[in-house]
């Protein structure tokens, strides 16, 4: 099995390297206008409340051990943040003309934005069939490790733009919660996930840790082409 611990250790590596090169950070890192840079956020609706319900799905109730707590704090400190994604939108609703009212919810399913749905299908789907807790949080974070790659990408360019205190999913207020939460993300963390979780599971978390990363690699290419 230890074989099979090296090679999720891997996958994260590799899943979080190729996520970091996906087209829409090399969009916001390209000389594109801020408005362009920028269309994407109303393709993010169908994800950002998706999320939502995966924090709930992910849920334990009853009786808690430690690694049920630790799921649930995620859940606890990710649930809303939905609220700040839908106040950012309006802020920028101004930018996004073709993006309102029904034309808004019609976009977000599209045929074109099938891909953005599908990551959250597969999350929902995942977290739905494995209960055990150290698989849920390795589904957990593969969430967080590309959402910090985004992060990393996109700060840079709401600061120029004298964006980042204005937006609150996108911006500050969002970074200065991350950083006050008591979970975070490190290789010691995930290794120590990985040395927890049940050797007959390990094989199964490789090709979903895989197919996650992949997931949500084709949902930010989708952004990309807003």
Do not use: C
Not at 31 to 50: A, N
């Amino acid at each position: 099995m230890e074989e099979l611990d090296v090679q999720l250790r891997e996958e994260f590596i590799l899943g979080a390297e190729k996520f970091a090169s996906n087209p829409l950070h090399q969009k916001l890192k390209s000389d594109d206008s801020i408005q362009d840079k920028l269309k994407f956020i109303p393709r993010m609706l169908f994800f950002v409340l998706g999320f939502k319900d995966v924090m709930q799905l992910v849920r334990y109730e009853g009786e808690l051990n430690e690694l049920k707590e630790s799921v649930n704090t995620h859940s606890d400190e990710d649930s809303n943040h939905w609220e700040w994604y839908l106040n950012d939108l309006a802020f920028m609703s101004g930018h996004f003309k073709e993006f309102q009212g029904a034309d808004l919810i019609s976009k977000t399913w599209a045929d074109e934005t099938l891909e953005v749905r599908r990551t959250i299908y597969s999350f929902n789907r995942y977290v739905q069939q494995y209960d055990h807790p150290v698989a849920r949080m390795l589904m957990i974070e593969v969430l967080e490790i590309t959402f910090d790659k985004f992060k990393a990408v996109i700060h840079p360019v709401l600061k120029n733009a004298d964006l980042y205190d204005q937006l609150e999913y996108f911006g500050k207020k969002h970074q200065e919660t991350e950083e006050n939460h008591s979970t975070g993300i490190s290789d010691d963390e995930i290794a120590h996930l990985i040395n927890l979780l049940p050797d007959e599971m390990k094989e199964d978390m490789v090709e979903i840790v895989r197919d996650l990363f992949n997931q949500m690699y084709r949902m930010t290419s989708n952004w990309a082409q807003a």
